[in-house]
């Protein structure tokens, strides 16, 4: 019998990327504010991209992952701005609110 640990290898490297862009949101928020979206866009493009150029079908799926994973942190980023002011999370007080 012979295994195919495709699925597995995908399902971790998924699980770790989405935990990995829960504290970049925060400290993406934090530090730069709502302004830091761009730059999840740009991360999303360029992985986006890159998942459309590799040939290898596991890290062009990972990479697919990495980019839209970027793409919904947009959408965090800004509810996160909304956690900050509910208290939920704390506003860094060296950056002026706009």
Request: glycine letters at 10%; zero cysteines.
């Amino acid at each position: 019998m012979e295994f195919d640990f495709s699925g597995i290898i995908i399902g971790v490297a998924t699980f770790l990327i989405i935990g990995l862009f829960h504290p970049l949101v925060i400290k993406a928020e934090y530090y730069i504010g709502v302004k830091s979206w761009w730059l999840f866009m740009l991360l999303g493009i360029v992985f986006a991209g890159a998942s459309l150029l590799v040939g290898n079908l596991i890290l062009s799926i990972i990479l697919g992952v990495v980019a839209f994973s970027s793409f919904w942190s947009i959408g965090e980023v800004f509810q996160q701005k909304k956690r900050v002011e509910k208290g939920w999370f704390p506003a860094n007080p060296k950056r002026k609110n706009k």
